[in-house]
């Protein structure tokens, strides 16, 4: 058995980041960026109009008397349309947003400002000005104001999300070098289980945490591969360890323990796969177990043997899994870990005297800082007191009492 941080520390000097690839752009949606991405043109890529109205010389304005400018319409220019015709002095381009600047004109006055009602001419009209709030040079975006041809615009290291996507996307890479998705099998063990839509016989169980290992890897942006339920028999196992081998982590759940049928650390160890800590002292999850299997051709597997009590095995999800999914992932340090706080305690916890203890609770923002509500709980087995838990409190060894008011450590979900 050993202590919790030597078990973190141990995963984190065992999982290292998947080889990056080569990958369609959204494709990489949700992935770390290996390479940076340099954009192919400036942005914008020309002076471009940023409201809809009139497109013309601003020493025009400055020279209307009475503040109101008389002014020929010589062109139409929608969003697409260019032209090479030059603006003149005393001539203006009816523009939309999202049209190029056409040469000479340096200024756009919304349409909003025409008066007498010329707020429609068009080509060949004339139109009448009155922008009390002209700016030489308004309401145009310059070219290249926001990013430069052959800028650096996405670093590696960087998340790929919605906006990173879209910058990408302007600034023409089709493709990216970014960390693979990372592919999880889950397998669950026990031959009192079943299927989530079967009626549980007596002494049955349903697979909660098949369903429940496969979501919390979807939320950290991996693959699940769920391979069912295999019953406690080696062959059983075996075969399924053996399939589960094949992706990036494998995840079990039950038969860890030290019971009779706990039969998964021999067979993890008959599959090749080195253990490297069994037992953590911590509650709920001590049965904990984690390894990895060396491959020729392709990174290592790293396996986990989680507590079959679900709230056990969720618990150990988020201290064990999430860091290693997140650094095989290529996610940087800060973002491996749940973070921790300093919580206030609504009412009184107790700790366990051998190891350290994880809670549900409720957090809520007071003006005194974090306050943290423990939710009813019964324990490793108890689904209902995690659901809807924003934290846990994690309490130190030693068997203390902890009162309301007191302050406590709350790992935020
Ligand atoms: P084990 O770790 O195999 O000794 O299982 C501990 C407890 O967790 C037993 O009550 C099991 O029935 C229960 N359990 C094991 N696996 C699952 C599962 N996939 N879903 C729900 N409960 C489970
Ligand atoms: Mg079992």
């Keep these: 058995m050993i202590d919790l941080a030597a078990a973190i520390a141990l995963i984190e000097n065992t999982a290292a980041p998947l080889p990056p690839r080569r990958m369609r752009l959204l494709d990489a949606c949700g992935r770390v960026l290996a390479a940076p991405v340099h954009s192919d043109v400036d942005s914008p890529p020309w002076d471009r109009a940023m409201m809809d109205g009139f497109a013309l010389r601003g020493d025009d304005v400055a020279a209307a008397a009475a503040g109101v ?82 800028q650096e615009v996405l670093a590696a290291g960087m998340t790929l999300g919605a906006a990173e996507i879209g910058l990408a996307a302007e600034a023409g890479a089709t493709h990216v070098v970014a960390a693979p998705q990372v592919r999880v099998a889950i397998l669950s063990t026990g031959s009192e289980l079943v299927p989530p839509d079967a009626v549980p016989a007596f002494g049955q169980t349903r697979n909660s945490n098949g369903p429940m290992i496969a979501a919390a890897v979807k939320l950290l942006a991996a693959e699940p591969i769920p391979l069912g339920i295999a019953a406690d028999r080696p062959e059983a196992i075996r075969a399924a360890v053996a399939q589960g081998l094949a992706a990036d982590v494998l995840l079990l759940s039950g038969g860890v323990s030290a019971g009779d049928l706990d039969l998964v650390p021999e067979i993890f160890r008959l599959c090749g796969v080195e253990k490297i800590f069994h037992k953590v002292r911590l509650k709920p999850g001590k049965p904990v177990w984690f390894g990895i299997l060396q491959r020729e ?83 490793s087995s108890d689904l209902l007191g995690l659901a809807g838990a924003a934290g846990l409190i994690a309490l130190p060894a030693g068997g203390k009492r902890f009162e309301a008011g007191d302050e406590v450590e709350v790992v935020v979900r």
């Excluded at 999430?322 to 700790?351: D, F, Y």
């Design 69 to 150: 400018l008389e002014i020929d319409v010589v062109v139409d220019l929608a969003a697409g349309d260019v032209t090479t015709l030059e603006i003149r002095p005393g001539c203006c381009a009816r523009i939309m947003t999202g049209a190029p600047i056409p040469r000479g004109a340096d200024a756009v006055i919304p349409v909003e400002c025409a008066v007498d009602d010329t707020q429609g001419t068009h080509a060949g009209g004339q139109v009448r000005l009155r922008d009390d709030k002209f700016r030489p040079g308004q309401h145009i975006a310059r070219q290249g104001a926001a990013f430069r041809t052959g």
């Design 297 to 379: 051709q392709a990174a290592p597997t790293l396996v986990f043997g989680l507590p079959g009590n679900p709230a056990s095995s969720l618990v150990c999800f988020e201290l064990f899994v999430r860091p290693a999914l997140r650094i095989l992932a290529g996610l940087p340090r800060e973002q491996w870990h749940l973070s921790r706080a300093c919580g206030r305690l609504t009412a009184a916890v107790k700790a366990a005297a051998d190891r350290p203890v994880y809670l549900p609770c409720r957090l809520a923002k007071s003006a005194g800082g974090l306050e943290a509500t423990p939710l009813p709980w019964t324990g």
